[in-house]
């Protein structure tokens, strides 16, 4: 296998970067150049994120934000060892819900569609020798445990029909309408204007269009419309290629180690969610992150990329499923209908981490020049947050390392992460310079709880 590095991140030299002084500081050019009103400014032009009526922007700009309710706090970890209990940690930690105005989110639970039939084919993914296998009965048995845990409400991990509908009514209104058909007239032109369409992305995607522009989006796919069928053949075709190829390596003694870890947290993905805990489903997992391992030997697997597939399995896989996807049996589909959802999840997920791979190799700099950068814009645009933490002796590193490894996957639910991937996508650097912004937004919402806070162990 060709080895794989992405251009904005070389393989690193691990003898150039085993120390990091604690009088080096990393430069952050861009956000020293911006006054300390800039976020504010910024979040004031952003508060319109949630809303699906993008021709009403200025109108919101006028306007004061809502007030959104408050979560019960800030819950951040004591000094132990994050790094090697986050993948296990899923609901622990930070648990804040990045939500819509109250009227949307209340509303989002009242979303409802007529079940459509769904056409069951007896075509089911080749299925690997490996440790993995499990029977009905395991899975039976799975399901039942998960029973015996605390209850979760039950919310559809992507809205149905009418996407991000404010009103919560299945019935399509006008305004929702005329944006679907924006989106599909971008969609249907001969050469898309990729710019035009992260325009209107950004305050998100109907559901009937978020897969074609998730692929466009993320780079999978060509602006030319009449040469996008050919490329998702080449590509996914080159995709099983590695697979058959090279999948059988993970039993080999310099790759056995890899696969075992991904192996292992596997099933701790979404572990409340029935749908990754179907066998089927985790086998697709396990050839997606060993493939894409064993192709970036810079950083190979990393706990916490796991959780990382997700989105775009979920997002590809609704693009075929008309009911509720959380509970939905993916052996039901065609055999080329998985391939193609295996195979386009894969390539999605890799233009993503070659954006931010230097989260994930040696010593994970990346991830200490976001938290870092997180500690220097927090300390410009809120003060009293920043000198809580260090009276207090809170340690960014503490709180905001998962929230960079995982991009906030275990802070939100799906549906929200989703929907906030649309952002990303919409944006040159979402998934790296932009989700700083984010995690900010995070700690000011919320500053009233952190400041009442006198102790933050867990």
Known sequence: VQPVYGAQHPPLDPRLRRTYPKDTKPKFNNLKSKKASSFHEFARSTNDAWDIDDEEDEDFLRTPAPTSSLPSGLHSTSTQNQQQNQAGDTDTGVSHRLAPPRTEAQNLHNVQVEDTECERVNGKVVKSSSDAHLNASSVRSTLQKQQSLPVRPIIPLVARISDQNSSGAPPMTVRE???LDKFKQLLASPNTDLEELRKHSWSGMPREVRPI????LSGYLPANKERRELVLKRKR???????????????????????????????????????FQQPVVQEVFERILFIWAIRHPASGYVQGINDLVTPFFVVFLSEFVTEDVENFEVAALP?????????DSFWCMSKLLDGIQDNYTFAQPGIQNKVKALEELV????????NHFKKYEVEYLQFAFRWMNNLLMRELPLRCTIRLWDTYQAEAEGFSHFHLYVCAAFLIEWRREILSMVDFQV
């Open 177 to 179: 309408k005329s944006r």
């Open 335 to 343: 055999l080329d209908t998985q391939r193609n959802i295996e195979a």
């Open 379 to 386: 300390s410009r645009i809120d003060e009293d947050i920043h």
């Open 213 to 216: 522009t998730w692929r466009l």
């Open 237 to 275: 075709e080159e995709y099983f290629g590695f697979i058959e190829q090279y999948y059988h390596s993970r039993t080999d003694e310099h790759y056995k180690d890899t696969y075992r870890q991904i192996h292992i947290d596997i099933p701790r993905t979404n572990p409340l969610i029935p749908l």
